[in-house]
């Protein structure tokens, strides 16, 4: 059986991490499939998706490691291209990639204790998402 839903979010941009286990397993619930693995994907290249303690600690040493690895104060490619500022929001997306899977069991999501699904918008303002979320399973 396959179910698809998706998630409705505003985030602010700039490495905006945002929460998204609540309304992922709701959704998996309100499938009615007990078993299988839930996909969320993000349409558009400057958001991504992982798997996190969301902690106010690492809330700020995720945004602080990729602002390391892919400044947001240097000028790349993709910003003479098209003078739009975010380039590094489509390399951090290409770090971490759109999607993410979870399996689930009796209806809930197989995730450790202290491990939550986020949703982090890497773009260079406030943006209005949708997530798309297809659940396959029986």
Request: aromatic letters at 8%; proline letters at 4%; a negative charge.
């Amino acid at each position: 059986m396959v179910h698809a839903a998706e998630i409705a979010l505003e985030s602010a941009g700039f490495c905006d991490l945002v929460d998204i286990t609540a309304q992922l397993s709701d959704l998996v619930r309100a499938s009615g499939i007990g078993s299988g693995i839930v996909t969320v994907f993000c349409p558009g290249s400057t958001g991504g998706l992982t798997t996190i303690e969301f902690e106010p600690g690492l809330q700020k040493d995720l945004p602080e490691l990729l602002e390391r690895i892919v400044p947001s104060d240097r000028s790349y490619h993709h910003d003479r291209t098209w003078h739009d500022g975010n380039g590094f929001a489509h390399l951090r997306s290409a770090l971490i990639g759109p999607d993410l899977t979870v399996p689930f069991t009796a209806g809930k999501l197989a995730l450790g204790t202290w491990q939550q699904v986020v949703f982090l918008d890497f773009d260079n303002k406030a943006r209005r998402r949708r997530l798309a979320v297809q659940i396959i399973g029986e």
